[in-house]
C-alpha cells in the first residue's frame, strides 16, 4: 500500500529547569540555549495513516540542543509523529512529536513536541501549524525528571524551509503514476478536511467523518474454569463530526460477561479519545487495548459525564484492563447506505479511484469484515484481585467496520444502526435506518423541511442485511427485545445524546446478542451539581394510535369531532393509573416521608401546599391552559391515603384579576372544578402576607404566611408554549405564586425581570416536588393564552427536582432547555442534576413551539409599560361570568368592545368555531404536523 514522505525542519529555544513553555523560551533566548530538529516523516501506507485510530508515523533525522551536545548532531530514536490526534480532555487535535536521543556523553533523553491545533483566535491556523511546545526529559519517556521546556518553530516565513518540504515529498511504495495521484489526493484530502473542520469561520453546511469499530459474541473461559461463559464486545474510535457533523470525538470499549447466575458483568469505557491505549487494526489483524475500564455495580449504563467526573465509592469502579486479540478478518463487499441515484452513479467509476470520488458523495459508507478470534486474552484486575479470560476459538464470531460518513449539517441526521451476530451460524446482521431528528422545532420552516427530508430518507435510505458467504438481503427485520444489557451513553455531544448499547435481537425465530447505536434527544448528563434525581414520564396505552390529526378551516363536523376526541382523552380515567405510576416511579412518597421525618412534625401538622396553574384561564373549554384539577385532587386523595391531613391548594392573583371582576383564587378554583372543604383547603397566595427581604431581584417584598410556613412544596405545571419564557413548566408555574395580583406592572416592567424574581422566591421557599399535567398540551405560538387544536400528548411527569422535571419536559418539546432563561437561570443557581429518566423518553410528535421572534417582541416591545398594558387590556379574554373591569384610561374602556375581533386571533367563544382569523393563524403552525 502506497505511503508518503517529507522532511520537516524546526527550531527555538529551551529553558532548563523551567516546565512553563514561554518562559522556558525567553530563558532559552537570553542564554543562546538553542534547539533544532532536522526531521523526515514516511507515512508507510496513507490508507492505514488516515484510519481513526492511526495518524502515526515514523519520525526521523537528526537533533540539535546547545546545552546538551553544544553543535554536535543527535540522532533520532523511536521517534513517532502523530497527526491530529485528539487530546482526551479538551477534545482539540495535535499534532505530537515524540523520540528519544543519546547525548554525545552517552545520557539518554526523551523529546516531546505538540502542537495545539485549536481555533481559539481570529485567524490562528499558521501560528498553530508552526508553533511547537517542546519538553525534554532525562531518561526513556516523561516518566523522567524533566529537563527543561520552550517552544520551536517551523519557520513558514524562511522560504528554504518550504522549498525543502516541497522537494522532499514523495510518494513510496508504488511506481504507478495513477496510483501516487490517488494516494496524494487521498493525504491532502484528509489533511485539508481536518484542517477545514478546525479553522473554517462561519456555518459548515457540509461535514465528512470516519469511524472503525470491532465487535464480537462469543465464549470464553475464566482462567482455571472449564465452562464457557458467554460474552459480547464492542469497541471503536469516531473522529470529529461523528454522527451529526459536532466537533466532538469518541472512542469506547464495551465488555459483557455472563456471570454463570442469570446476570452479567459489565465493563465500559467512552471517552474524546484512547489513543496510545487502543488499537483497532482490522486489516493488521489485531485489537489491542490497555487502560482503565469503568465496572458499573448497579444498573446498566454508564455515561462519558459520569466517568468525566469519577469519584471512588459510587456506582461504578474504576478497574485496569488488557485486551489482547488475534484476529482472523476477512473483508466484505463495501456497504454503501446512500442514494439511488449515487449508487448507480458509483458503478460506472473505476475500482481505482471509487475511494477518492466517495470522499465528495454523500452518504454512509462502510467497508465490513467478518471476523473470527485465532487467539484472544482479557485481564481485569480490580481492587479485589486479578481476572483472566481466555476467548473460545471456535465459539466466537463478529464484525469489523472502516467507516466514513459524507453528510449535510443540516437537517440534523437521526440516524438507528444495527449490528446482531449469531456467532453459532457464523452470521452477521445489519440494519440501517436513517431520518432527521427534528430537533429545533421553534423555526417553522426548518422544520416542515426537515420533515419532508426525514420522509424520504425513511423510504430510500436504509439496509436491511444478512451476511452468511455474501450479503444479502434480510426477509426478516431484526426487532430489539432486550436493550437493558449494557449502554455506553455519550452525553457530551451538543446536538443530542449518542447511545451505544448491548442488546438482544429476535430475526426470524432466532435470539441473539447485538449492538445497536442509537439516538437520545434528551441528554441526562448533570450540569454544574453533582446530584443525581428520577424523573419519571408516562403515557397512555396505544398513545400513538389515539392521536387524531385537527380539523380543516371551517369544518364544523371535524371540529365537533376533534373536540370531542380531546375530551375523551381529557375525561379518559386512564389519566389517574398515569398518574399513579408517576407518583410511584418518582418515588414521590419516599421524598415526602424522608421530609416529614426531618421537620419533626406528626402527619396531622405537617404542612403541604399544591400549586397548580389556574389563575391564567381563559374558559373551560379550552382545558388546554389549565392544570387538570381531577389529577391535582387525585393526588391529593393519595396523599390523604398515608395519613397527611394538613393539605392546601395554592394560587396567587394573575394580571387578569386586575382586568376582569371575581377573578379572586377561590372564584376561579370554583370554576375550573376545585371543590374546597373535605381534604384540602384553597388558598390565595396574594392574601394573608407579610413582609420578606429577599435580597436580589425581589428585594423587600411579600410573602403568603401559608406558603412560608409550608413544610412540602408542590408544583403541578400544566405542559404549554409561552410566548416569553417559550416554555412553561414547573419552574414558570413557581412564578405565578409570587404574590402580588398585577404581575405584569410589578414584575414585568417594575422590576424587569421575571426570571431574577422567580429564582428568588424559589431560593428561599424551596420547592420540594414537580408534576406536570400534559394530558393535553397547548402548543404553538399562544399556547399560554389558548389552544383550539390542543396535543393529544397523552403524559404526566413527575419528579424530586423541577430543574430535572422541566428539562425533560422541555426536551420532549423538541426544543433545547437552554432557550429559556428560567432554565439558564435554574441551571446557575441550583444545578442540574444527572437524571435517571423512567417511563417514556420520547419526544411529542406534534408538538411546535414559540418562534423566538415572538419572544424577542414580548421582551422588548411588551414589557414596556406604556404599550403592554393597552395590549394585554385590550386583547385578554375570559368567561363571560368574568366581565371586564374599567381601564385606567377611558378611551381603552371604550375601545374595548368594538375589538372583539381582533380578541379572536388568539382566543375562541366557548362552544363555537373559532374564528377565520384564529384558525389561519393557528394553521400556519399545524404545517408540520
Known amino acids: 500500500m502506497p505511503g508518503i514522505r517529507f522532511k520537516e525542519d524546526m527550531d527555538g529555544y529551551v529553558g532548563e529547569n523551567i516546565k512553563d513553555f514561554r518562559d522556558g523560551e525567553d530563558y532559552g533566548k537570553r542564554y543562546k540555549n538553542t534547539v533544532k530538529i532536522e526531521g523526515e516523516i514516511e507515512v508507510d501506507s496513507v490508507d492505514e495513516?488516515?484510519?481513526?485510530?492511526?495518524?502515526?508515523?515514523?519520525?526521523?533525522?537528526?537533533?540539535?540542543?546547545?546545552?546538551?551536545?553544544?553543535?554536535?548532531?543527535?540522532?533520532?530514536?523511536?521517534?513517532?509523529?502523530?497527526?491530529?490526534?485528539?487530546?482526551p480532555d479538551s477534545g482539540h487535535r495535535n499534532m505530537k512529536y515524540s523520540f528519544n536521543f543519546n547525548t554525545p556523553g552517552g545520557k539518554q533523553y526523551y523529546f516531546y513536541g505538540c502542537k495545539d491545533i485549536f481555533n481559539d483566535k481570529v485567524c490562528d491556523l499558521i501560528e498553530d501549524m508552526t508553533t511547537l511546545f517542546t519538553r525534554i526529559y532525562e531518561g526513556k519517556d516523561s516518566s523522567g525528571k524533566l529537563y527543561g521546556s520552550g517552544i520551536m518553530y517551523f519557520r513558514i516565513k524562511d522560504i528554504t524551509s518550504i522549498v525543502n518540504m516541497i522537494k522532499s515529498s514523495e510518494v513510496i511504495g508504488t511506481d504507478d503514476l495513477l496510483e501516487k495521484i490517488n494516494t496524494i489526493g487521498k493525504f491532502l484530502g484528509f489533511f485539508i478536511g481536518e484542517t477545514w473542520k478546525t479553522y473554517a469561520p462561519g456555518p459548515r453546511f457540509f461535514y465528512k467523518t470516519n469511524y472503525e469499530n470491532l465487535v464480537l459474541s462469543g465464549k470464553l473461559r475464566e482462567n482455571g474454569e472449564n465452562k464457557t461463559r458467554e460474552f459480547f464486545f464492542f469497541s471503536g474510535?469516531?473522529?470529529?463530526?461523528?454522527?451529526?457533523?459536532?466537533?466532538?470525538?469518541?472512542?469506547?470499549?464495551?465488555?459483557?460477561?455472563?456471570?454463570?447466575?442469570?446476570?452479567?458483568?459489565?465493563?465500559?469505557?467512552?471517552k474524546r479519545s484512547l489513543q496510545g491505549f487502543l488499537n483497532v487494526d482490522l486489516k493488521g489483524n489485531k485489537y489491542t487495548y490497555i487502560g482503565e475500564l469503568y465496572q458499573i455495580n448497579e444498573g446498566h449504563s454508564l455515561s462519558f459525564s459520569e466517568i468525566n467526573s469519577y469519584k471512588a465509592g459510587g456506582n461504578i469502579e474504576k478497574v485496569t484492563a488488557e485486551i489482547n486479540l488475534e484476529l482472523?478478518?476477512?473483508?466484505?463487499?463495501?456497504?454503501?447506505?446512500?442514494?439511488?441515484?449515487?449508487?448507480?452513479?458509483?458503478?460506472?467509476?473505476p475500482d481505482k479511484f471509487k475511494d477518492m470520488v466517495t470522499e465528495i458523495l454523500l452518504g454512509y459508507f462502510a467497508e465490513p469484515y467478518k471476523v473470527k478470534v485465532t487467539k484472544g486474552s482479557i485481564k481485569i484486575t480490580s481492587s479485589t484481585g486479578e481476572t483472566v479470560y481466555s476467548t473460545d476459538q471456535k465459539g466466537t464470531f463478529g464484525e469489523g467496520e472502516l467507516g466514513k460518513i459524507n453528510n449535510l449539517k443540516e437537517p440534523t441526521m437521526w440516524y438507528n444502526y444495527l449490528c446482531g451476530i449469531d456467532p453459532k451460524a457464523q452470521t452477521l446482521y445489519l440494519k440501517m435506518d436513517y431520518g432527521t431528528l427534528r430537533d429545533e422545532r421553534e423555526w417553522y420552516i426548518k422544520d416542515l423541511f426537515d420533515k419532508k427530508l426525514g420522509e424520504i430518507f425513511k423510504r430510500d435510505i436504509k439496509k436491511n442485511l444478512i451476511l452468511k458467504k455474501k450479503f444479502e438481503k434480510n426477509p426478516s427485520v431484526p426487532?430489539?427485545?432486550?436493550?437493558?444489557?449494557?449502554?455506553?451513553?455519550?452525553?457530551?455531544?451538543?446536538?443530542?445524546v449518542f447511545l451505544r448499547r448491548i442488546v438482544e435481537i429476535k430475526n426470524n425465530g432466532k435470539t441473539f446478542y447485538g449492538l445497536e447505536e442509537h439516538i437520545d434527544a434528551i441528554n441526562m448528563a448533570p450540569i454544574n451539581s453533582d446530584k443525581e434525581t428520577t424523573v419519571a414520564v408516562f403515557t397512555y396505552k396505544d398513545a400513538d394510535k389515539r392521536y387524531v390529526?385537527?380539523?380543516?378551516?371551517?369544518?364544523?363536523?371535524?371540529?365537533?369531532?376533534?373536540?370531542?376526541?380531546?375530551?375523551?382523552?381529557?375525561?379518559?380515567?386512564?389519566?389517574?393509573?398515569?398518574?399513579d405510576k408517576v407518583i410511584a416511579g418518582s418515588a414521590f412518597f419516599e421524598v415526602l416521608e424522608k421530609a416529614l421525618a426531618k421537620s419533626n412534625k406528626g402527619k396531622e401538622d405537617f404542612s403541604i401546599i399544591i400549586k397548580p396553574n389556574f389563575m391564567f384561564v381563559y374558559s373551560t373549554s379550552d382545558k388546554t391552559t389549565y392544570t387538570d384539577p381531577t389529577l391535582v385532587e387525585h393526588l391529593v386523595q393519595r396523599i390523604y391515603e398515608k395519613g397527611y391531613r394538613n393539605i392546601k391548594i395554592a394560587e396567587a392573583r394573575s394580571t387578569l384579576s386586575v382586568f376582569f371582576e371575581g377573578r379572586d383564587v377561590k372564584n376561579v378554583a370554583s370554576y375550573v372544578g376545585f371543590k374546597e372543604g373535605g381534604k384540602y383547603q384553597i388558598i390565595d397566595l396574594s392574601e394573608d402576607l407579610e413582609d420578606y427581604d429577599y435580597g436580589g431581584k425581589l428585594g423587600k417584598h411579600f410573602v403568603n404566611k401559608d406558603w412560608k410556613s409550608a413544610d412540602f412544596r408542590v408544583s403541578f405545571a400544566k405542559n404549554k408554549t409561552h410566548s416569553y419564557a417559550l416554555y412553561t413548566l414547573a419552574i414558570k408555574n413557581i412564578y405565578g405564586a409570587l404574590p402580588m395580583e398585577f404581575k405584569f406592572k410589578e414584575y414585568h416592567c417594575k422590576r424587569g425581570n421575571i426570571y431574577g424574581t422567580t429564582m428568588d422566591y424559589i431560593k428561599h421557599f424551596p420547592i420540594h416536588f414537580g408534576f406536570v399535567d400534559g394530558v393535553t398540551g397547548a402548543d404553538g405560538p399562544f399556547g399560554i393564552f389558548a389552544d383550539p387544536y390542543p396535543q393529544l400528548t397523552m403524559t404526566i411527569i413527575g419528579g424530586e427536582d423541577i430543574v430535572a422535571v422541566d428539562w425533560v419536559g422541555a426536551s420532549k418539546m423538541g426544543i433545547e432547555p437552554m432557550i429559556s432563561v428560567y432554565m439558564q437561570e435554574a441551571v446557575k443557581i441550583f444545578g442540574k442534576p444527572r437524571i435517571r429518566l423512567t417511563g417514556n423518553g420520547e419526544l411529542y410528535k406534534f408538538w411546535a413551539n414559540t418562534p423566538r421572534i415572538a419572544s424577542w417582541a414580548s421582551h422588548n416591545i411588551l414589557d414596556y409599560y406604556t404599550f403592554g398594558y393597552p395590549v394585554y387590556y385590550l386583547l385578554s379574554e375570559s368567561d363571560p361570568r368574568f366581565t371586564a373591569k374599567p381601564a385606567t384610561s377611558e378611551i381603552l374602556t371604550m375601545f374595548r368592545p368594538k375589538l372583539k375581533f381582533m380578541r379572536e386571533i388568539f382566543f375562541k367563544e366557548p362552544g363555537q368555531l373559532p374564528s377565520v382569523f384564529h384558525q389561519a393563524l393557528n394553521k400556519l403552525f399545524l404545517l408540520w404536523q
Open 549 to 579: 390529526k385537527p380539523p380543516k378551516i371551517g369544518d364544523e363536523k371535524g371540529r365537533k369531532l376533534y373536540e370531542k376526541k380531546v375530551l375523551n382523552i381529557y375525561n379518559d380515567k386512564e389519566k389517574f393509573d398515569v398518574l
Open 479 to 496: 426487532a430489539v427485545v432486550k436493550d437493558n444489557l449494557l449502554t455506553l451513553v455519550n452525553d457530551h455531544y451538543p446536538t443530542a
Open 237 to 270: 474510535e469516531h473522529n470529529k463530526g461523528f454522527p451529526w457533523g459536532d466537533e466532538e470525538t469518541m472512542s469506547d470499549v464495551a465488555l459483557l460477561i455472563s456471570d454463570g447466575n442469570g446476570d452479567y458483568i459489565r465493563f465500559g469505557i467512552t
Open 328 to 349: 482472523d478478518t476477512q473483508a466484505q463487499e463495501r456497504v454503501d447506505v446512500t442514494f439511488k441515484l449515487i449508487e448507480d452513479f458509483e458503478k460506472i467509476i
Open 49 to 87: 495513516f488516515i484510519q481513526v485510530s492511526s495518524h502515526e508515523a515514523e519520525f526521523r533525522g537528526k537533533f540539535y540542543c546547545e546545552s546538551l551536545g553544544g553543535k554536535a548532531s543527535m540522532v533520532i530514536e523511536n521517534g513517532r509523529f502523530n497527526l491530529f490526534s485528539i487530546d
